[in-house]
């Protein structure tokens, strides 16, 4: 089932776009064309404890990736060593889960060049799981 589900997708890849490399190279040159920077991470992994951070001043902005790593630490934050670390600004993303409790990353410049496509930050999640997922195997 797994070789014919593989095989359906090389042709529907290959009837859209001509080659799966073709499929690649029009996604490569979308996010090129929206300010992607290759080698920059899509998003950071973050501590969030809704009864000490500023949610409403970290989420006010959306997506669009507008604070420093201390900013968010000042509003109550809790950063990896890695996005302490980064210079870029970054975007608190809020991920519903339903009645769950939502769960948050933080996004960079390039997790916002996922967005340009669909606004969702769900989606642009799912989009860099499925490159993950391919990247592999």
């Known amino acids: 089932l797994h070789k014919e589900y593989r095989r359906q997708r090389q042709m529907c890849?290959?009837?859209s776009f001509g080659s799966?490399?073709?499929?690649i190279g029009s996604v490569a040159n979308y996010f090129i064309a929206h300010q992607w920077t290759p080698g920059m991470p899509t998003h950071f992994?973050?501590?969030v404890d809704e009864s000490r951070a500023?949610?409403?001043t970290l989420l006010e902005p959306d997506i669009k990736p507008t604070f420093t790593a201390a900013d968010l630490q000042r509003l109550g934050l809790t950063l990896s060593?890695?996005?302490a670390a980064y210079p870029?600004?970054?975007a608190l993303i809020e991920l519903k889960n339903g009645t769950d409790r939502s769960t948050y990353y933080l996004g960079t410049d390039n997790f916002y060049?996922?967005?340009r496509y669909n606004w969702s930050s769900s989606y642009a999640m799912a989009v860099i799981q499925l490159g993950q997922a391919a990247m592999t195997g």
């Open 45 to 47: 992994e973050v501590q």
């Open 54 to 56: 500023d949610l409403a």
């Open 81 to 83: 060593p890695q996005a």
């Open 13 to 15: 890849i290959r009837d």
């Open 20 to 23: 799966t490399a073709d499929a």
């Open 88 to 90: 870029g600004p970054l």
């Open 113 to 115: 060049a996922i967005t």
